[in-house]
């Protein structure tokens, strides 16, 4: 097993890494490479810019961004003096950036206005308390947004405890730029940030994840140092994860797998971290060849992406040794793709969400049935449960419990004690089994399930079906009112890119694996799910279309 670094702080992460590491390279982004010393080194004037800008422990930093150098700069330096780090989803509208920065009370924002052409200091100013874009006001057209207007009380009217807002890149009327942000530090911040970054304690909350938002309003999960660091390295050491990896981090920053399960457990390993912007093809596909990319985990619409790549079969892909990814379930035809046509030696399933980010994984030692059919074994921090009082070894909510398990929800005693009850078991919201080996199986989600005529459908395994066809690429399937069973099936469905997709070919081959009452009653062909910026599925977005009759 590689030597993976056993620190409970971030401080102490950065200054083991810095000793441990040294001259290895660190991050290579935008043709820009750092060594370990050099990455330390950046990560303490960050910290020392956060000081010379009124950021102490405790304080909420928040980052609304995408993967890249100044990212992870910002973030491991807030978490560094003891501040805490609130990544943002950049594909956030205003509205639910300002709901963030205000239920967090965040003293400074971290944009990057070059991204995607996108005016996120706009959005913020537009959607803010008093706008006349705001919720409730009439829509001001964007030219009504002066781009400097911000009253007395900061960069953001209406949002008094945001102080500041530091710009990556692009244009940033009213915000201070990153370079003029770290040369605030002087040398007297710098040494300030190491007296409090020896202060910092294992149980001091580190970060403040929010919640997809998919089903309703967003909640803030809390973790601690030790959480933070206990589940990189638990990561790292079932995946293997090396010095003489290198690392491409497609998954955005703002999620625990880009960010815990990604540079953090690079940190404490010594791997090299290349994160990725926005994840297109061609791009990533060089990457892996010229930079010699041995791991690759994502989400598995990324890896239907590659293989569907026209140039796939002149690429020289040799060097990858492992893809990680994870879902309710991983079509088995993909596992083998992945493996075939990729070649891409080893391919791991594994399951966690926000409160509770790697709880299962698989091994390099499970064969391809066990990688598709299951998300693993339990990380030794993790007891798992499923199953009911009426039938302990049947299907039912995977709860969790464990010392990993988040700290609670932001302000919200309320759902915190309806996610975790009073024995400290984490209720999922997820239906799953455990096999004879301990090994975790997902059937769906409890808000997914769908009843026909009193029979319980559980979308995933209908999907597993429709995935396994020649012609489909991708695949969700909801239940929509019927008069008769009350619920039916209906599957959205997109083709491989060189395949004609038959929708009753499509029922019948359905017809042939499932029960009936499984099998959709009717197909509706897309060019695209849906999806979040972690990859789900956006299954109420399809229930729109579908009561509009789409």
Not at 270 to 277: H, N, R
Not at 515 to 526: C, D, E, Q, S, Y
Request: aromatic residues 6%.
């Amino acid at each position: 097993m590689p030597d993976i670094v056993a620190v409970d702080t971030v401080a102490a992460a950065i200054r083991t890494a810095q000793k441990s590491f040294g001259e290895r390279e660190a991050v290579l982004d935008r043709g820009r490479r750092l060594s370990y010393a050099e990455f330390a080194d950046q990560v303490r004037q960050a910290a020392g810019a956060l000081i010379a800008h009124g950021i102490g422990p405790g304080d909420r930093v928040c980052l609304w961004a995408p993967n890249r150098l100044e990212w992870m700069l910002a973030a491991l330096g807030a978490q560094y003096l003891g501040a805490v780090l609130v990544p943002l989803n950049t594909r956030y509208r205003g509205a639910e950036a300002v709901d963030v920065l205000a239920r967090t009370h965040a003293r400074l924002l971290v944009v990057d206005q070059s991204f995607l052409d996108t005016d996120y200091v706009g959005m913020l100013r537009a959607a803010a308390p008093g706008s006349a874009a705001a919720p409730g006001s009439a829509v001001a057209p964007k030219s009504a947004v002066a781009p400097d207007s911000a009253a007395s009380d900061g960069p953001v009217s209406g949002l008094p405890e945001l102080a500041t807002i530091v710009n990556l890149e692009g244009e940033s009327p009213g915000c201070l730029p990153w370079q003029d942000f770290l040369a605030g530090a002087k040398p007297a911040d710098l040494e300030h940030a190491e007296l409090l970054a020896d202060g910092v304690s294992p149980d001091d909350v580190a970060d403040i994840l929010f919640t997809s938002g998919t089903t309703g309003r967003s909640k803030g999960a809390m973790a601690n140092h030790r959480q933070v660091l206990g589940l990189a390295r638990d990561w790292a050491g079932r995946v293997r994860l090396a010095a003489e990896d290198r690392y491409l981090i497609v998954n955005p920053f703002f999620h625990s797998f880009g960010y815990k399960a990604g540079y953090v457990a690079c940190l404490l390993s010594g791997a090299l971290i290349v994160p990725q912007s926005v994840f297109t093809p061609g791009a990533v596909l060089d990457l892996i060849e010229r930079e010699r990319i041995t791991v690759l985990p994502g989400p598995p619409a990324i890896y239907q992406t590659l293989l569907e790549d026209p140039s796939l079969a002149d690429r020289d892909l040799t060097s990858l040794r492992l893809a990680v990814t994870g879902a309710a379930m991983v079509p088995q035809t993909l596992i083998r793709r992945i493996g075939e046509e990729l070649r891409i030696d080893c391919t791991l399933t594994g399951y966690g969400l926000t409160e509770a980010p790697v709880v299962t994984m698989c091994t390099q030692d499970d064969d391809d049935h066990t990688v598709a059919t299951t998300c693993g074994r339990p990380l030794e921090w993790a007891e798992v449960r499923t199953g009911t009082s009426a039938s302990p070894d049947g299907p039912g909510e995977v709860l969790i419990r464990g010392p990993h398990v988040m700290l609670g929800y932001l302000d919200d005693p309320e759902s915190t004690a309806a996610a975790i009850d009073a024995d400290g078991w984490l209720h999922t919201g997820d239906v799953g089994i455990l096999d004879q080996r301990g090994y975790l199986r997902i059937t769906d989600r409890l808000t997914d399930m769908f009843t026909v005529g009193g029979f319980n459908v559980y979308p995933a395994e209908v999907e597993q079906v429709i995935t396994a066809h020649s012609t489909v690429l991708d695949c969700a399937v909801i239940g929509v009112p019927d008069d008769r069973l009350g619920e039916v099936g209906r599957a959205y469905v997109s083709a491989r890119h060189d395949a004609t997709l038959d929708t009753e070919e499509i029922i019948a081959y359905c017809r042939e694996r499932l029960a009936n009452f499984k099998v959709p009653r009717t197909v509706v062909i897309v060019d695209a799910l849906p999806r979040n910026a972690g990859g789900k599925v956006v299954k109420p977005q399809l229930r729109h279309r579908a009561l509009n009759g789409e």
